[in-house]
């Protein structure tokens, strides 16, 4: 990949520590319909929607993130990439089968974006497609980088409130979130993996010694 001079990707990112209540399905804001990157309109099984009293999150210490093995480590611009993965993620098992039809649905900017990275194509980071978390189906998911990737269109107009509430519940699991536009997708290829990279870089990047 060419390596240019950085700039400031056209995304946005959020992260916090990971919580501490061991229910967090429960905290998930409720199933809604949603045409693209949400949930389908499926109940949680019974016991599993109790929402505990407000309040009851409570923020883990830094560094409570299990480091995953380095093995062969991954180099970018010549910085070893951190990886590391939370030791519990919430998903709801009702969700599978529709998180599989939004795979088969072969949506063109996602397949265009998942053609680059698929099968460790991108600097060898293996990618999920549609991973279930939570009451939520995001678009990619990073597991050794707790990284959310998701490519935003028409179909998130008119519901920010939606996914506010979606991303502060994403967030809350410790996890980032990097958002990428249908326009760069289709028109900026070079420019979205180069971006990515840099990213990955500046959030995850440490100097090789």
């Known amino acids: 990949m060419t390596k240019k001079a950085f700039t400031k990707p056209n995304t946005t990112h959020l992260s916090t520590t990971p919580s501490q209540n061991p229910n967090l399905l429960a905290n998930s804001p409720p199933p809604e319909g949603c045409l693209q990157g949400g949930v ?16 009851n999150k409570t923020q883990l210490p830094q560094g409570n993130k299990t480091p995953m093995p380095q093995g062969n480590p991954i180099i970018i611009q010549n910085k070893i990439i951190q990886l590391s993965a939370p030791s519990f993620l919430p998903s709801n098992p009702n969700l599978q089968t529709r998180a599989k039809e939004l795979r088969k649905a072969k949506n063109l900017p ?5 053609m680059q990275v698929t099968k460790g194509r991108f600097y060898k980071i293996d990618f999920d497609r549609q991973k279930v978390i939570g009451n939520y189906i995001v678009d990619f998911f990073v597991k050794k980088l707790n990284l ?11 519901k920010e409130e939606y996914d506010a509430a979606r991303e502060a519940y994403l967030v809350s699991l410790g996890l980032n979130m990097y958002r990428i536009s249908v326009y760069q997708i289709m028109q900026q290829m070079d420019s979205v993996l180069l971006d990515l990279e840099n990213f990955i870089v500046r959030e995850f990047g440490v100097d090789v010694a």
């Not at 996602?110 to 998942?114: N, P």
């Not at 959310?148 to 008119?158: K, T, W």
């Open 40 to 55: 389908a309109n499926i109940e949680l099984p019974q016991g599993n929607n109790t929402l505990l009293p407000q309040g």
């Open 110 to 114: 996602e397949v265009l974006f998942w």
């Open 148 to 158: 959310i990737i998701e490519i935003d269109g028409s179909s998130h107009i008119g």
